[in-house]
């Protein structure tokens, strides 16, 4: 059979696109079967079915068919599942004591630990260092009580806690650093009680981050400042001792003198009485 030439220099006519293509009726079952298992299935409801079934037969070409079946899944592609097992959850810290003793020695507390809503912290010429960057807060805001003498308290958080100090500080003093964070809900730490020759330096440092030289010589100037208060406190107990040794001196001599006159007007009476 001869073809009819195409004219010289004219391009062949453009296939059709398979969407455009004419569906057939067997089309039309393949989809309305599709449709019936997703009413069985629970993913249309019997409203949805019956419009969409509407549509498959009065469908002429496979584009008005695809609309149908697009948000329902494929036969042969793998349906998604629902995971409705809950994300484990890491269990929460074991207690520890709410109150830290150190006395002429050092406690620390780190890694993951639970913090009560009030924890204690008693330090007598020693030293103790908390670290609160893996430590689990038992509510929103928890107290930390320091009673410190002639020795000093290191702590470390991570970004976003809010450190309040309100404590009462007597030659020694808080040093705290800057908000980082202006959220309202952020965790705070709120630090009472009292500092005697003493100190409580904070840090904010993330997770892993070390502590830098300045830092270490920073902890070295304040052991230094704290042995000098220290000697100038003994200085202060000496002279006071010495002072109290002086005027008991006094009043012991001023309680003999009084004797003494007292005998003298005595023996005086008795000469005048005879």
Known sequence: MNLPEQPSGSEPPARPSPASMRASDADR???ADRLREALAEGRLTPEEHAERIDVVYN???YA?????????PSQHAPQPRVDLRKEQVPAPPSPQSPRLVAVFSGVERKGRWLVEPTTTVTCVFGGVELDFRQAVLS???VTLS???VFGGVDIVVPPGVRVVGSNFAVFGGTDLPEDDTTDPDAPVIKLTGMLLFGGISVARRAVGEKRGRSRNRERHQLHREHQELHRQHQELRREHHEEMRRLHRERRGERR???RDRLRELRDERHHGR
């Open 29 to 31: 079952d393949e989809v």
């Open 59 to 61: 469908a002429k070409t």
């Open 146 to 148: 320091v009673t410190c």
């Open 257 to 259: 003198d009084a004797r």
């Open 139 to 141: 509510r929103g805001e």
């Open 64 to 72: 008005e068919l695809e609309p149908v079946l697009s948000d329902l």
